[in-house]
């Protein structure tokens, strides 16, 4: 299967800080996924980015598929964005995603 | 409905009980999936439904584990005869059409076996 690297592992942040977290992925994928694993344990989407650059708020998200690996930026970071960020890249099949081991986030005030 | 839905939100279990795990999937969507997640660690594949095919069970870890999917929406995921090492949260996911068009997750069950 297609193994996901995420890093960092951990990061802590001061509010207000800037951050990138990195995805890379052994085989080339035609789709990619980010998540975020809040506290109490909820995973929401935040991006689907199969290429090329998303945004949504602070929050933006580049996939680079010929070179196999994707970024998430989180700007002006908040205690909201602590969790666990997770990446996903589907089986060609699309049966199933394989999920990173994932980076955990604190921001603190 | 409007997301994913999940029942219960906790379960506690006592060792050698079966329990039964339920997943109401977004209204339309085709594709479901079961994943579990234990304590820290990343999200494991438990098994896939999509429309009427065979459902693909590559994911389960023993013949303990076993899901159903009645008329194309609700799941329950059985785990017989309980382990501790079953203890995790167990997280449905629903996809429109498969998994190259994303996933919306549920907000888990957590089973812990006592």
């Known amino acids: 299967g297609i193994q996901v690297e995420q890093s960092p592992p951990d990061l802590i942040l001061q509010e207000g800080a800037n951050s990138t977290l990195r995805c890379n992925f052994s085989?080339?994928?035609?789709?990619l996924q980010w998540f975020h694993q809040n506290p109490w344990g909820q995973l929401i989407n935040l991006f689907y980015?199969?290429?090329g650059t998303k945004q949504n708020g602070r929050l933006s998200a580049t996939t680079v598929a010929t070179e196999r690996y994707s970024l998430l930026y989180i700007s002006s970071s908040q205690t909201t964005d602590s969790g666990v960020y997770f990446c996903?890249?589907?089986?060609?099949?699309?049966?199933?995603?394989?999920f990173g081991t994932g980076t955990s986030l604190t921001v603190i005030p | 409905g409007a997301g994913v839905s999940q029942s219960p939100s906790n379960k506690v279990t006592e060792k050698g009980k079966d329990v039964e795990l339920r997943c109401d999937p977004i209204?339309?969507?085709?594709?479901l999936y079961w994943y579990r997640q234990s304590l820290g660690q990343g999200l494991e594949f438990l098994i896939y439904?999509?429309?009427?095919?065979?459902?693909?069970k590559s994911g389960l870890p023993s013949d303990r584990f076993s899901a159903e999917r009645t008329g194309g929406s609700v799941s329950t995921l059985t785990i017989q005869r309980t382990q501790q090492e079953d203890s995790a949260v167990y997280l449905c996911?629903?996809?429109?059409?498969?998994?190259?068009?994303?996933?919306?997750f549920g907000s888990g069950t957590r089973l812990t076996v006592v």
């Open positions: 980015i199969p290429s």
């Open positions: 085989d080339s994928v035609n789709n």
């Open positions: 996911a629903s996809s429109p059409l498969g998994g190259n068009y994303g996933y919306t």
């Open positions: 439904f999509q429309g009427n095919s065979a459902p693909d």
């Open positions: 996903a890249a589907p089986t060609n099949t699309g049966n199933q995603f394989y």
């Open positions: 209204s339309g969507h085709t594709a």
